[in-house]
């Protein structure tokens, strides 16, 4: 019996001793030794009956905090909030008397350790460590996560750290996390200055994966929430292209321009859709209904020059469904093979039908090229744009018999790289 006594006593002072720890470690810590504070408390959780303890778990915290704010200790441990943020996870899981310790603190702790996680990542973006940056934001919002689901803080979304986790992602070229961060801003509806941007960046995303359910979903939020942005209907304009449908495509494109009948933009790509629709250079492969596509589309060109008569793509397109048109005449005279009356006078007349389609399409060629070649250095498809129009230029002053005209604009053709 009294060897028994003996043994409980003994059992009674090393847990004493072992507690004793945990408040050597305290007051080390309120006297700001840390170093002390750290060996104490990391000596005191070696045991199990430490690590059973709310109290110890709860030093533990607030020991690794004040490291990981004081500089000098942070440099040794760089690893001191995510230690303090994994032992304050274990306090709350096992305190059993309602974190009366932690409201006494006012939640100092746990809001040291977000701020913590927030500002390195905030420094390390700013100083474009976006690696760095990714990690410590990721941090913040499992922070302040878990502060929401405990009902600490009033926050749906941690909006700032979700917003520069997913910019640091797209930086580092982590798709499919920038995408998973941006998700949650649109999903909240967040709007501030340049979201759009992210919220065009997503539904684009899944539109270029082909996820055609998840692309809708993001356009329809963006439209809700920046209803007057022209992408949401060049996207679902796209969309719509991407199902092979013509006929809700064309529909659309109606719909589109008699909300917007002064957008020249969508009047010219309906157009361009139009004539793709009607036009083969080979005849026998056009549809049944080619002539009314390709007028439609000179319709619609005529009305986007009308709207923008400097728009030089709208001059060059139209100049070249002209153009087209004399050219399917003059490969109907290939019919007449011989030298008799008939086949002459049947390919004078073909000839001359067609120079009728080639003079129609001459202003345009004209314009589009005092347009361009009126400015400085032009872009690759500018460039080439002048140089389609000089050439077509030349093909029909040649078939005009125009020798001068054709050789005028031949020198200009070869001044185009020099010049632009």
């Known amino acids: ?3 028994i006594i003996i043994l409980l006593l003994i059992c009674i002072w090393s847990t004493a001793t072992l507690f004793a720890q945990v408040a050597k470690a305290n007051e080390s810590l309120h006297a700001h030794r840390l170093p002390k504070a750290k060996q104490l408390i990391d000596e005191a959780m070696k045991t199990v009956a430490n690590q059973k303890s709310p109290d110890a778990w709860y030093t533990k915290t607030k020991v690794y905090v ?5 500089p000098l200790m942070y440099k040794q441990f760089p690893a001191a909030r995510m230690v303090a943020f994994d032992a304050f996870k274990k306090y709350i899981a096992i305190d059993d008397n309602m974190l009366i310790a932690l409201q006494i603190d006012a939640y100092q702790p746990i809001n040291d350790i977000y701020t913590g996680f927030y500002q390195e990542g905030a ?3 700013n100083s474009q460590q976006y690696a760095k940056a990714y990690e410590q934001f990721n941090n913040a919002i499992k922070v302040s996560s878990l502060m929401t689901e405990r009902g600490w803080i009033n926050l749906k979304l941690d909006t700032n750290s979700v917003l520069y986790a997913g910019v640091a992602a797209e930086k580092l070229n ?5 995408v998973r961060y941006y998700s949650q801003l649109l999903e909240a509806k967040v ?3 340049n979201f759009v941007d992210i919220y065009k960046w997503v539904a684009n995303y899944y539109f270029e994966a082909k996820q055609a359910s998840l692309a809708n979903r993001y356009l329809l939020i963006g439209k809700e929430v920046y209803p007057g942005d022209p992408f949401w209907t060049s996207l679902e304009l796209d969309m719509t292209r991407e199902k092979g449908d013509q006929d809700a495509l064309f529909a659309l494109y109606e719909k589109t321009i008699m909300a917007e009948p002064a957008n020249h933009l969508y009047r010219y790509n309906y157009a361009v859709e139009l004539y793709q629709a009607g036009y083969n250079i080979d005849g026998t492969k056009r549809p049944a209904n080619s002539d ?18 400097d728009y030089s793509n709208a001059q060059l397109f139209a100049g070249q469904i002209h153009y087209n048109k004399g050219v399917d005449i ?3 005279s290939k019919v007449f093979i011989g030298t008799s009356p008939e086949n002459i006078k049947a390919k004078a007349d073909l000839k001359a039908a067609a120079i009728d389609k080639f003079d129609l399409a001459i202003p345009y060629f004209q314009r589009t090229a005092q347009l361009l070649d009126s400015q400085g250095k032009l872009k690759k498809e500018d460039m080439s744009d002048l140089k389609e129009a000089y050439d077509l230029l030349i093909t029909i002053y040649e078939q005009k018999n125009m020798k001068e005209k054709a050789t005028e604009y031949e020198t200009k053709l070869k001044e185009v790289d020099k010049n632009h």
């Open 191 to 193: 709007k501030g200055e």
């Open 174 to 178: 982590r798709v499919s996390d920038a």
């Open 292 to 309: 009314a596509l390709i007028e439609k589309a000179i319709l619609h060109i005529n009305k986007v020059i009308q709207i923008k008569p």
């Open 1 to 3: 019996m009294r060897r």
């Open 123 to 125: 420094t390390s973006f």
């Open 66 to 70: 004040a490291i990981a704010n004081d």
């Open 330 to 332: 003059l490969n109907k």
